[in-house]
């Protein structure tokens, strides 16, 4: 197994300027977005990485700098020369079979972004990583840094997000600041995402409590999330990385509920055993490997990994290390969505 180096949570943190020329990857994307929007908001000067000419017409409107292209373009350190720092969204997030290529995306496609931003000058990196890289299926309870990545991932996502990780660290240093943030289950506002999916199957009558939904959950409202990764661009220290979430957490089925109620959504009743869920995502997996992910399953065990056990993480170290607080809490996050969608057109 290994182990991530965390150095010391409580050292005091370096204060850096908010950069003033940013790269991102993913812009498109729930999360880039956000931070694309956020960043522009803010004054900075935003350079952001989309794969279509659409998504590119989208952001210029906003007054953000798009270029098309992908991970692996061999542009790459051209786009990203005279930018202060780097944040790295894009990735897969399927959570079936994934395969091969999403451990290009995911793994080999951040070597060549954060080797590229070394090319270019870059001083400060943050790439978001995901809690997942802890997943094997079994329960996280109040996970922190310093735990170690599992001997068995729970999937295809869990393993490319993990080389995602190493890559981007093992390019820390040099004049290169690299840090990582995990926020576990990000949500909220123009969510395109986990809330569309929640609500469609919700709807359709296939969503059910997995053992009642009792057991216990950490979130990360897309706002902590940028506040996160703001705080790690200027105080984040190389090497490290940092959980993010929204505080306290709470049960599964209470936070979804409260999700689905926010849409106007009636919630479920029906309850499945944990075992017989966890067959069905064995099954998932197995007929992934046979096909190579050609037929698509309801559930693999990256899927139950993320949506049918405890998931807590530890946020103690952003707290001290970074200043880190959540700027929204789950009930305003709540109303938010609620106010905006019985809002009118």
Known sequence: MTT????????????HTRPRRLFITGAAGYVGRNLTRFFAGEGVTVIALVRTAEAAGRLRATGVTPVVG???????????????????????????????????????GTARVFEAARKAGVARAVHVSTESVLGDGRPLHMVTEA????????????????AAERNALARNGEGLDVMVVRPRLVWGRDDTTALPQLVAAARSGQMAWIDGGGYRTSTTHIDNLIHGVDLALRRGRGGEVYFLSDGEPMAFRTFISALLETQGVSVPEKTVPRPV?????ALGDLVGAVTGGRKPMPLTLQGFAASAVEVTVDIRKAREALGYAPLVTVAEGLDALRRSHDRPG
């Open 70 to 108: 992908d991970l692996f373009s061999d542009t790459l350190t051209e786009m990203m020369a005279g930018r202060d720092a780097l944040i790295h969204a894009a990735a897969d997030t399927d959570h079936g079979h994934g395969g091969a290529g999403q451990m290009r995306t995911n793994g080999e």
């Open 147 to 162: 735990t170690p990545y599992p001997r068995r991932p729970a999937g295809s996502y869990s393993r490319s997000k993990i």
């Open 277 to 281: 869920v966890r067959t069905v995502a």
């Open 4 to 15: 991530l180096p965390t150095g010391a949570a409580s050292a005091a943190a370096t204060e």
